[in-house]
């Protein structure tokens, strides 16, 4: 099993990842607190892992490809729709600070109160986790520099787009059920430039604007 050391030197070698602050994030979260006690020592092998309720913790690369894309600086406002079991919000956190806020939503009640015990065990206090649709974004808290999905939608939610600031960032997968491809997209006068970054595999998207 590479540990996260080797991982980081192969995204470095292959080009994958070129930004320092998130090779530096991933450096500070451990994945394998946010995984199955029996899975820890699978915490750096880059696939998907189980997190409960059917749904799953992402690869440590595609987790790195979406950070990246996100272009995030600090003091940046997040939106997260799909927070599992906390992970990629925690390395979001390292990159934007203390003065960034990420908010992120989660449908299943028991990966609500997973996310919240993982982020509080690791004392992260610039993240918000909410039991919410977030399909239809979460308006009480737009507009946002960054928005990330973490579920597969068949388009992109006119509600994130529209609580999506001017110039920002949304990254999302957009397809079938089967495949999808790595939507990045940036509003310019109030329509999304979209940007393909490849095909991913991700669970479905659920709530109104979703499956």
């Known amino acids: 099993m590479p540990t996260k050391e080797e991982l980081i030197k192969k995204w470095i070698s292959s080009g994958t990842i070129k930004d320092s602050k998130v090779i530096e994030a991933f450096r500070k979260i451990p994945r394998g607190e946010f995984i199955e006690d029996s899975r820890k ?11 409960g309720e059917g749904q799953t913790i992402s690869q440590p690369t595609t987790v790195a490809i979406m950070t990246q894309a996100l272009e995030l600086r600090e003091g940046h406002k997040v939106l997260e729709v799909g927070a599992g079991s906390g992970y990629q919000a925690a390395i979001i956190s390292q990159i934007i600070g203390p003065k960034g806020k990420i908010i992120s939503t989660e449908i299943v009640p028991e990966l609500v109160e997973l996310a919240k015990k993982n982020i509080k065990k690791l004392n992260l206090g610039n993240i918000e986790i909410l039991k919410y649709d977030g399909s239809k974004g979460y308006a009480k808290e737009a507009p946002y520099d960054r928005i990330i999905v973490a ?14 600031k001017e110039n920002g960032i949304i990254i999302i997968p957009v397809g079938n059920m089967l495949e999808q491809a790595m939507i990045k997209g940036r509003k310019e006068n109030g329509k999304i430039i979209e940007k393909r970054l490849g095909d991913f595999v991700f669970v479905p998207l659920k709530g109104k604007y979703g499956y």
Request: proline residues 20%; without cysteine.
């Open 41 to 51: 020592e699978e915490a750096y092998g880059d696939y998907p892992l189980p997190i």
């Open 151 to 164: 579920a597969a939608s068949p388009k992109i939610p006119k509600p994130l787009i529209d609580q999506l």
